[in-house]
């Protein structure tokens, strides 16, 4: 996903230039381009009676703040878990940019 919007912003740089303005252009071009994919991300569902909400609430928090280093963190804690919980993780990641 990181890839995704650095070659974004360096394509849409290389065809605006470098004034300010199409500088701020091609930022937000690139930030497009990235929530377009991240709205392509399929969630898995999930049977969270098994496991509780507390867990799919701070992974869900996680996400919300694209805090790709805790929710790597999360992945590792409970990579042992139901499949299920693993590609929820997985997709949260790839929602989030990371």
Do not use: F
């Amino acid at each position: 996903m990181r890839t995704l919007a650095a070659l974004a912003l360096l394509g849409a740089l290389s065809l605006t230039g470098c004034s300010d303005d199409s500088t701020q252009a091609a930022v937000d071009e690139a930030k497009d381009a990235v929530s377009s994919a991240a709205a392509e991300v399929e969630i898995p569902d999930v049977d969270w009676e098994q496991y509780g909400d507390a867990l799919k609430n701070r992974i869900d928090e996680l996400a919300d703040q694209a805090d790709c280093e805790s929710l790597q963190a999360q992945l590792e804690d409970h990579g042992n878990l139901d499949a299920q919980v693993v590609d929820y993780i997985k997709a949260k990641l790839e929602e989030a940019g990371c």
